[in-house]
């Protein structure tokens, strides 16, 4: 089984351009998340889905930000208008909510660092 | 609302000492999860382990032991006799039981493990 994917690793922009990230998880995991974390704290929670379904938004994730998982496969998280704030590693976690030893445990890819210059 | 709080920043120890790594967290719920995650320097966010709130057990696995006290809302993680592939910086985590699950971290401690 592979572990959660995350394309591409790096990005690079300029202040203004919208980028998009793309996250490939387990396969059979139901939920999908998005987190983003700064140089020296810990992730913080953007998005959830479920299968297809976007159920949750932090107040982190402004209008710039969109997300989405068409057939409840991939996801694909896109700022709009980046601003230099926004550089980050954005990680994408998936986990399965069947009943076993993995149940509501999340499973991280290696993430997208984007610098916005 | 919940909180995870590691106040150890930085921790520095020689190859084959053993260091434990403090998590006190915060939450109104009365069921949740607590996690640990490692994250080398490679930047990938490793699992592991998982514990739930009703399941108090201390468990052991290889080198690693993690201690749960719900009296004092901790869940210590200890690595006997560390190695330097030990360096990493790890981060425990906490999420509700039912819902979104979504993971509230601690700012994480980096751990030095010197040859």
């Known amino acids: 089984d592979t572990g959660v994917s995350q394309n591409p690793r790096h990005k690079i922009t300029k202040r203004g351009q919208n980028v998009t990230f793309r996250c490939d998880p387990i396969s059979e995991h139901n939920r999908l998340y998005w987190y983003r974390q700064t140089l020296g704290q810990g992730p913080e929670f953007l998005t959830y889905f479920q299968n297809e379904a976007q159920l949750e938004k932090s107040r982190l994730l402004s209008d710039r930000f969109s997300a989405e998982r068409p057939k409840g496969s991939f996801s694909t998280l896109e700022i709009q208008r980046t601003e230099q704030g926004d550089s980050a590693m954005y990680l994408c976690?998936?986990?399965?909510?069947?009943?076993?030893?993995?149940?509501?445990?999340?499973?991280f890819g290696p993430g997208t660092r984007l610098t916005v210059l | 609302a919940q909180k995870v709080t590691q106040a150890q920043t930085e921790i520095s120890v020689v190859e084959k000492e053993d260091v434990t790594l403090d998590c006190v967290y915060e939450t109104r719920d009365t069921t949740y999860y607590l996690f640990w995650y490692k994250q080398p320097p490679s930047g990938e966010l490793v699992f592991l382990i998982r514990?739930?709130?009703?399941?108090?057990q201390n468990e052991i696995s290889g080198r690693y032991s993690w201690n749960f006290q719900k009296s004092t809302s901790s869940f210590n993680f200890t690595i006997t006799a560390s190695q330097v592939v030990d360096s990493a910086v790890y981060f425990c985590?906490?999420?509700?039981?039912?819902?979104?699950?979504?993971?509230?971290f601690g700012t994480g401690t980096r751990l030095t493990v010197i040859p």
């Open positions: 985590a906490l999420s509700e039981l039912y819902g979104a699950n979504n993971l509230f």
């Open positions: 976690a998936s986990s399965p909510i069947r009943s076993g030893p993995d149940l509501d445990t999340q499973y």
């Open positions: 514990r739930n709130s009703f399941d108090e």
